[in-house]
Every structure is written in structure tokens, then in C-alpha cells.
């Protein structure tokens, strides 16, 4: 325990000791009286080079108070209201800036006067699992408030819907939230749900026996099963087929169903996170999505913002998105180059800048990426023939896909990595464009 002011009351400072996060003892004129163990750990010693040392200050380098300086403050915040309140702040670290959910519990003497405030830090994990996984990473205000919802709601077992645009990052979302919940543990199971025929996706969601139908010449796991314990994320659950819809309603409110081909019930308990671009509000008045599975999935929405209402972050997305690519080679854009990419209007968002970016470090010589290597990779889609206009959005897709296949040497993993899905999503999806074109 650290005690920065000598008037304070000891046994106030060893309160700090009795909780399980960083923690630090302020004033309601923003003074730090103390601070635990754990904040020191985490955030480093408090420099008291200032008398007094400020909360504002030592987080953020501010010259005043938060919410003079443009951000929400917790500590107004409770001392109007007279209660804990939260926020999610960006705080300077000695790693640098990071993330950090900010708890802040007032503290009455015995006439009930505010005299002290608790600080609770507690700091957010952005990154996905694994060391090839891109990064969760921003600092806008609209990415604020998007990860201030996902740090709220991830410990609970509220279903969440996460909305907003194809290429936000709607998967790195969920898996932000599996990351952060009770049940990180165990596995996170993602069925996409887009393409999927009704017998395609009761097989992959409930499993099947061996000979539940023509070609089952094995029991297979359903990704229910493996969800057991878990997160289920299905993304672009718009997508399903409105007959199985009413299965799918009774395996998330009674956790039991039937492989195909199966008499025998079975039970899983998973936690339920849906992602789409569609309106499913319209589709309800449409009729074509269930009304009462609607209700039950939206118990949580998260919006996830565009690139556009983002687009201060691009800078580091692009970092992150470099790193990810290449995490030997430190590829390095110029101020130019990053010019380029500011300046470019991106209809398919994070995943299209995904795209660019690795066009360029294929096309780069060295890892310095300048503006010709952008310019060259921002031409490559114009100077491709396009689909004609009056095709389907399937036909458009599998365009798409053929082209990369060609551009790529039939290289399914790359493929499958420019066009953001996963490699078993991209072989079914050349297989269904075989078996329509009857082979060929």
C-alpha cells in the first residue's frame, strides 16, 4: 500500500488492499490519497513530482478535470448522483494507452457528507485469442462507446446482437466478449449461418447419426454440443432458413435438441451471441423472421460502427492489421501512403482495408509500404472486370471468390483470409458453385 498524502487516515488507505482490482483513493477535488498494490503492478508508481498528484492528470496527462476536457468523468458523475458510476476511458500506461473500465465508488462519513471516492481500474482485453488473430483496436468515440457495451455486458449471460455493417468487426467483437465472460474457458463455437441450406445447417447446428440420411456415413458432432460450457456465436443470423427457425428458438430457451436422424434429446448450456447486417425489425414485419426469436436474441444490441464513423482509427487498424499479417516483417506505411488510405471511401470497412493492406505487403519490395504500392493495390479491383450489375448477390459472390482463387494461385487459406471467412466457409461456397454448374 502506497500512501501519497501523510494526513490520511491509514486504515482508509488499507481499505485499497480489500479489493480485487487496481485501485486508488481520490478526493472529491480529484486529489489520489493512496493506492494498492495492484495499481501499482499494472499501472507503475504515481508521480508525485506535482503536490498534490491528480487523478486526472496521472491517467491522462490532462491539465484539468475530465469532463472539462471533453470526456465523460466518473467522479462528477457520482458526486451528483451519490452513487458508483462507470465509464470507459483510454488511460496512459507505461505500455502506452489502453483501455480501462473505471469504477468509481463514493465514500460518506457517518453524518452521510461525500468525503472520499474509490477508483476501480480495470483494464479491457482488446486482442484475440492466438498470435495470429487481428487485433480489437481503437480509440474513437464511437469505438468507445461500442467497447464500453461489450465491457458491461460480457461477464453476464445476456444474449447479445451484435448489428451494423458487413467488415466491422462483428467477430472480433464476439470473441472479445467470449474473452471477457465466465465461460472464457471453454470454447468459443461460430456457425455462419449464410449460405446454409435447412438440411446443411439443422446438420451442422444438432449433429447427425450415422445414416440419418444419404451420405451420413458417420455420427457427427453438432456445433450445439460443442458449444456446451461455451459461446454459440452465429453470425448473420438473418440468414436462416425461417422453417428451422422455431428449432432454433427451442434449443436457445430450453437448451435441448435432437440430433438429425435421432430419437434422443439431448441438453447443452452455452452462452448465445448473434452478429447480422440485416434489419431484423423489417424482416419481422416481413415475415420473415420469427417474431419471438427476434426478441429472444436482441436482449443485448451492440451497434458496431463503420469505417466511416471510425475513421480516426484507421491509422491503428492499420498497425494492427499490418502486424497480423506479417508479425516477423515490421512493414512500416508512409505518411503518404497513410494519406492515401484516409483519403479512400471504404463500402466494405475494416475487412476491405483488410484487403488492401494485404495486397500491399505482397506487392511491397521492401517493408517500407509507400504511396505507389498503395495506389497499385486501390487500382487492382478497378482495373478487374466486374460482374455485371443485374446478377444476384450469390453470383456477384462467387465472382469474387473465382477471381481471388486465380489472382492467388489456388491458394485456399490466403483466399480465404483476404475474403475475411474461414477456409471450410470458402470450400463450401466453391463447392455449391460447382454443383450449380453441374461440376464443371
Known sequence: MEIIASDTDPSLARMLDTYEHPAILVTPQYQILASNDLYRAQFGEIDTGESPAHCYRVSHNYDRPCD??????????????????????????????????????????????LVFFVELLKPVPLTGAGSNRQPMVGSSPAFNRMLELITRVAPTTAAVLLLGESGTGKELAARTLHQSSQRSGKALVTLECAGLSESLFESELFGHVKGAFTGANYTRQGLAEAADGGTLFLDEIGDIPYPLQVKLLRLIETGTYRPVGSSQVRKTDFRLVC??????????????????????????????PSLAQRRADLAQLARAILQTLDSEKAYHLTESAMSLLKAHSYRGNIRELRNILSRAVVLANTNVIDPAVIRQCLAISEANPQPASNLTLKAMEEHYLRRLMQEHDDDKEKVAAIAGISVRSLYRKLQEANDARGGI
Open 68 to 113: 472539462e476536457a471533453g470526456e465523460d468523468c466518473p467522479l462528477a458523475s457520482a458526486t451528483r448522483s451519490g452513487q458508483r458510476e462507470r465509464v470507459l476511458h483510454i488511460h496512459q500506461t507505461p505500455r502506452g494507452e489502453e483501455h480501462v473500465d473505471v469504477e468509481m465508488l463514493p465514500i460518506f462519513d457517518d453524518s452521510g457528507e
Open 275 to 304: 452478429a447480422t447486417h440485416q434489419n431484423l425489425e423489417q424482416m419481422v414485419d416481413a415475415g420473415q423472421f420469427r417474431q419471438d426469436l427476434y426478441y429472444r436474441i436482441n436482449v443485448f444490441p451492440v451497434h458496431m
